[in-house]
């Protein structure tokens, strides 16, 4: 059995995003493997709503005991909604990186970035083997 979370319904990238698609809405964050090697997040920084980003931009930063590291999104839009809870409650990464612990949430008019990422089983594989 895997030793990290990547629950199925979810598209996952190899610098550890997460995305889960609804309709033109994408939510994103980072995943359990990620907030594992950080260990315990203690501040995240967000982009402003309303801001324009490219796949490749970065989404912010989070900020552990260990490191600070940004957040790359893997697709182009227009960031809808943060997930302001983090900022007096950053650890809720920690404990469940998938509901409470999502990052921002990204309108995109083009899905097609999302097909070139891995599915759970192939991202529970893509975790184990950097063990």
Known sequence: M????SPSGYKYSKSDEWYKVDGDLVMMGITDYAQDQLSDIVYVEFPDVGTKLDAGDSVGSIESVKAAS???TAIGGEVARINSSLED???QINEDPYEAGWLVEIKVSDLSPLDDLMDSDAYAAYCESRQ
């Open 2 to 5: 895997a030793k990290w979370k």
């Open 70 to 72: 940004d957040v790359y």
């Open 89 to 91: 409650s950053p650890e």
